[in-house]
């Protein structure tokens, strides 16, 4: 009777803990699905930007040299300004020495030709000192003319400068605007993608839905390995080549309907039972990437393009179920498909 008992609780309880570990997979690899875009689209982001910021630093490398010459060149003004100034008050000193000299001339020459060596005196100084005074003009005319040029020379750094900073503001607003548009394409081709991996799976479950044994878990398309398989073996048997005439059928399709420039793959993931192996391989990894690969030669072998396919193989790691019940060991003997970004 108690054992009676217990197979009516086992009959009850068996359907609730597959589900539930389907429900925690999907949602397990939805989560690794949206990590791995952000994470592809950050990736992509941080080239683009390391280029920006490579030229944004040679900009602003140009904007502090610019900076520096204009110092030198505001200096350099300074400078011509107080040796200016000094020329000016020469001048007019030379200009009240030669208004002096010009009196004293005067005077002497009132005085009468017994003064005539001091005039003759006189005026040799008065001559020096209209050339002085001639020679302080032309320099003072020379300083005015490089005065100038310097103004001019600064005007044109101001500008210089000002151009550059305003390289700066457009490039940074440009990275900005540049990063908002790739997450904006990323986040669309993710959608676009989407959308045909559920127009796939659909097709999918109209050509494979009599079949118990092959199932639809989150993203992925779940075969039983005896679907295709003998146990340990790689070889597909004739029952599973119909279900891949099935699948490459849909998956032709696909590859028509799919844009070239989005990059998609068909991921083929084989996983075993713990079990030992007891076969011609050595190990359950050799046994599940051998039978990965078999799926994608076959495909490849039914037209599909080689650059749409994926072959991996995990071995034990990966159960769907952790126990170690033969039901729990059938379902961990699997050939997974998902479509997904190359």
Do not use: C
């Not at 000002?162 to 790739?182: N, W």
């Amino acid at each position: 009777m108690s054992q009676a008992l217990a197979r009516r609780r086992r009959q009850y309880e068996a359907p609730y803990w597959p589900g539930f570990v389907d429900a925690m997979a999907q949602l397990l690899l939805v989560i690794t699905f949206l990590l791995s875009v952000f994470i592809v689209a950050q990736f992509l982001l941080a080239r683009q930007i390391s280029g920006q910021d490579s030229a944004l630093g040679q900009l602003r490398s140009q904007i502090a040299e610019l900076t520096e010459l204009l110092a030198l060149e505001k200096s350099a003004k300074a400078e011509l300004e107080v040796n200016l100034s000094t020329l000016g008050d020469d001048l007019n000193a030379e200009k009240a020495k030669s208004a002096s000299l010009s009196l004293a001339l005067e005077g002497e020459s009132e005085k009468g030709a017994g003064a005539s060596t001091t005039i003759s005196g006189l005026r040799t100084a008065l001559d020096e000192e209209k050339q002085i005074s001639s020679d302080a003009l032309a320099k003072v005319e020379l300083l005015n003319q490089q005065l100038a040029a310097l103004r001019r020379q600064i005007a044109t750094l101001n500008g210089l400068l000002s151009d550059a900073e305003t390289r700066s503001r457009t490039d940074q607003a440009q990275i900005i605007d540049l990063g908002k548009r790739l997450n904006s394409a990323l986040a669309q081709r993710v959608q676009e993608l989407t959308r045909y991996r559920s127009e796939f799976f659909g097709r999918l479950r109209k050509i494979l839905s009599q079949r118990s044994d092959i199932l639809v878990v989150g993203d992925r398309f779940v075969f039983q390995s005896e679907v295709l398989f003998p146990k340990g073996s790689a070889d597909i048997q004739p029952a599973g080549l119909v279900e891949m005439d099935k699948l490459a059928t849909a998956l032709k399709e696909l590859e028509t309907e799919i844009p070239t420039d989005i990059a998609w793959v068909l991921r083929v993931d084989g996983h075993t039972d713990a079990d030992p192996i007891s076969t011609a391989f050595k190990s359950n990894w050799e046994l599940s990437s051998a039978r990965a690969i078999a799926v994608v030669n076959y495909l490849i072998s039914q037209g599909i393009n080689p650059k749409h396919l994926v072959a991996a193989g995990f071995g034990e790691f990966q159960p769907l179920d952790p126990g170690d019940s033969e039901d729990a060991k059938t379902r961990n003997r699997r050939i997974e498909l998902k479509l997904t970004e190359r």
